[in-house]
């Protein structure tokens, strides 16, 4: 799960066009309370496709759980577990949370519970926007002013216009996770359609810049399409590995602000 959150909030942070430095009141059009997108997991190799798994983003509405104040804050849950025969030798159950601000979107606190095979991993981030830190259950780091996690990341970035996106465009930003402040260089690649069960939809197509390392074997190893209206929805998504290549596609949605609009029949 937390590779498939990577993929669609890495990627999505690139909607942002200006850069944003101050806990300005963002305009949101793009989700609300209620909204629910469902995904595919599974992994393409040369002798086809394997179901790996399952991903749920959803968006609910919490009152004065971690503000201290009034405030009504939007709670972002992105869910991820294996499916059939890849639960005998990997298991995963993975839950992310994140409890943000529904005027500036940015977090609060972000909670993790990760299992998978034998690795577990619990962890609380708590950030701390005027002392521009943020406290884990391990350590406290310093972070820039607006920083996000890998869940808030994916809401926040969709809030923004990209009308003017040229393309090879390049974009810079920074997330918290594991006790470390990351940047990505991010690079839009145009737009196309893609084909989904409901018809195919225009879509934004988006990748960030990774480290080489063990697993991803290329500069730009990631891409996910969004869908090219106000509510940028991820529908579709890959990461390639050393063999072969992890991909996401959206199977369910609900609650969104506008509806998608799909093409039923090729032009």
Same mark, same amino acid.
């Given at each position: 799960?937390?590779?498939?959150?990577?993929? !669609?909030?890495? %990627?999505?942070? *690139?909607?942002?066009? *200006?850069?944003?430095?101050?806990?300005?009141?963002?305009?949101?059009?793009?989700?609300?309370?209620?909204?629910? =997108?469902?995904?595919?997991?599974?992994?393409?190799?040369?002798?086809?496709?394997? $179901?790996?798994?399952?991903? !749920?983003?959803?968006?609910?509405?919490?009152?004065?759980?971690?503000?201290?104040?009034?405030?009504?804050?939007? /709670?972002?849950?992105?869910?991820?577990?294996?499916?059939?025969?890849?639960?005998?030798?990997?298991?995963?159950?993975?839950?992310?949370?994140?409890?943000?601000?529904?005027? #500036?979107?940015? +977090?609060?606190?972000?909670?993790?519970?990760?299992?998978?095979?034998?690795?577990?991993?619990?962890?609380?981030? $708590?950030?701390?926007?005027?002392?521009?830190?943020?406290?884990?259950?391990?350590?406290?780091?310093? %972070?820039? &002013?607006? &920083?996000?996690?890998?869940?808030?990341? %994916?809401?926040?970035?969709? #809030?923004?216009?990209?009308?003017?996106?040229?393309?090879? *465009?390049?974009?810079?930003?920074?997330?918290?996770?594991?006790?470390?402040?990351? $940047?990505?260089? @991010?690079?839009?690649?145009?737009?196309?359609? !893609?084909? #989904?069960?409901?018809?195919? @939809?225009?879509? =934004?197509?988006?990748? +960030?810049?990774?480290?080489?390392?063990?697993?991803?074997?290329?500069?730009?190893?990631?891409?996910?399409?969004?869908?090219?209206?106000?509510? /940028?929805? +991820?529908?579709?998504?890959?990461?390639?590995?050393?063999?072969?290549?992890?991909?996401?596609? =959206?199977?369910?949605?609900?609650?969104?602000?506008?509806? =998608?609009?799909?093409?039923?029949?090729?032009?």
């Amino acid at each position: 799960m937390m590779r498939i959150c990577l993929l !669609i909030s890495v %990627i999505i942070l *690139s909607l942002n066009t *200006s850069g944003v430095f101050a806990q300005d009141v963002i305009l949101n059009q793009a989700f609300k309370t209620g909204e629910k =997108l469902e995904y595919r997991v599974y992994y393409q190799s040369g002798i086809g496709n394997v $179901t790996a798994g399952e991903a !749920i983003l959803t968006v609910e509405e919490w009152e004065e759980q971690y503000t201290g104040s009034d405030k009504t804050v939007f /709670h972002l849950t992105g869910e991820g577990n294996s499916t059939g025969v890849f639960n005998f030798f990997f298991k995963v159950r993975d839950k992310f949370q994140s409890f943000v601000d529904q005027q #500036t979107l940015l +977090p609060y606190v972000f909670l993790r519970e990760t299992r998978e095979g034998k690795f577990k991993k619990d962890d609380k981030v $708590t950030f701390d926007r005027e002392r521009l830190t943020a406290v884990s259950t391990s350590k406290t780091k310093s %972070i820039p &002013v607006n &920083v996000q996690d890998v869940i808030s990341a %994916i809401y926040y970035m969709r #809030t923004f216009k990209v009308s003017d996106f040229d393309a090879d *465009s390049m974009f810079y930003l920074n997330f918290f996770l594991d006790d470390s402040v990351y $940047t990505s260089a @991010i690079k839009f690649q145009g737009r196309g359609y !893609i084909k #989904t069960k409901w018809g195919r @939809i225009l879509c =934004l197509k988006i990748a +960030p810049m990774m480290a080489t390392g063990d697993i991803f074997a290329d500069k730009y190893p990631m891409f996910v399409w969004v869908s090219d209206d106000e509510n /940028h929805v +991820p529908v579709m998504g890959e990461s390639e590995v050393i063999v072969g290549s992890i991909k996401m596609e =959206l199977i369910e949605y609900s609650g969104l602000v506008k509806p =998608l609009k799909f093409v039923k029949k090729e032009e």
